[in-house]
């Protein structure tokens, strides 16, 4: 089992920043890619930025050179630092992980997700 917990969400006002971050926990072996998606409402989720275990990234071109994506693997930890925050970008952020966990003489990899975390941006 892999829990994601993920933190950092609120309420901001428009041109400001916030800072998410998703702690992995639980019997991991070791953690692939990590993402970060986000619904806003009536809309689908929508995969806004990867980091690869090599840390190599890719975003959404709605928060290119707005969001950085990073990750501390010592820490299982992902991080999505959202600058220059805009109405737009209000919405459920979910963390997701692809991750191996260990269980009675067997690894199983799958994706794990978040509970999700609010982000509201005001104008």
């Known amino acids: 089992q892999v829990q994601l917990v993920e933190s950092g969400g609120g309420l901001v006002q428009a041109g400001g920043s916030l800072r998410l971050s998703c702690a992995a926990s639980?019997?991991?072996?070791?953690?692939?890619?990590m993402s970060w998606y986000r619904q806003a409402p009536g809309k689908q989720r929508e995969l806004v930025a990867t980091i690869s275990s090599g840390s190599i990234t890719n975003y959404a071109d709605s928060v290119k050179g707005r969001f950085t994506i990073s990750r501390d693997n010592a820490k299982n930890t992902v991080y999505l630092q959202m600058n220059s925050l805009s109405p737009e970008d209000t919405a459920v952020y979910y963390c997701n992980a692809d991750a191996t966990s260990r269980g009675s003489n067997v690894y199983i990899r799958s994706d794990y997700w978040g509970q999700g975390t609010q982000v509201t941006v005001s104008s």
């Open positions: 639980g019997s991991i072996v070791s953690i692939n890619a």
